[in-house]
């Protein structure tokens, strides 16, 4: 196997990985409403419809990842959403350890992290377009 397509196969990984662990967390957004996420957009001063941006990052976004159609735009969209849920929800977890000893957020980071890299390395061979 080739240079190029072993790196082709390692974005595919990237984008499959990042694209479905964000999409799981769609779903429980679409199936669990979005009452919740509102109440805290709405208490950082934000407006209350800035909560339906989650459905564009944790939706949208990581389904134009996993098959690669503007990957790029999905992978920042992504970055976006996680920015935002750092702030609203995770913010007094910067400094602290979980039970196990790891970051508090480190999953947060991981999907923040990966989608970054996604947006920077761009789908490669396997999607369907190259953007």
């Known amino acids: ?7 082709d196969i390692g974005k595919l ?7 479905v662990l964000v999409f799981l967390h769609g779903i429980s957004k679409l199936e669990g409403g979005l009452d919740g996420i509102v109440k ?3 208490t950082q ?3 209350g419809s800035f909560a339906y941006g989650v459905l ?10 996993i098959t690669g159609f503007f990957s790029r735009i999905g992978g920042i969209l ?7 849920a750092l702030y ?17 957020i480190e999953l947060q980071i991981m999907f923040l992290s990966t989608a970054a890299a996604v947006a920077l390395l761009g789908p490669g061979k396997y999607a369907f377009n190259q953007r």
């Open 56 to 65: 564009i990052g944790e939706v949208l976004a990581p389904l134009l990842i």
């Open 78 to 84: 992504v970055v976006i959403n996680m920015l935002f």
């Open 40 to 42: 805290m957009v709405e």
């Open 88 to 104: 609203l929800v995770h913010l007094g977890d910067l400094g602290r350890l979980n039970e196990q000893g790891g970051w508090a």
């Open 45 to 47: 001063g934000f407006p």
């Open 13 to 19: 990984i990237l984008r499959l990985a990042v694209g």
């Open 1 to 7: 196997m080739n240079s190029s397509t072993q790196q």
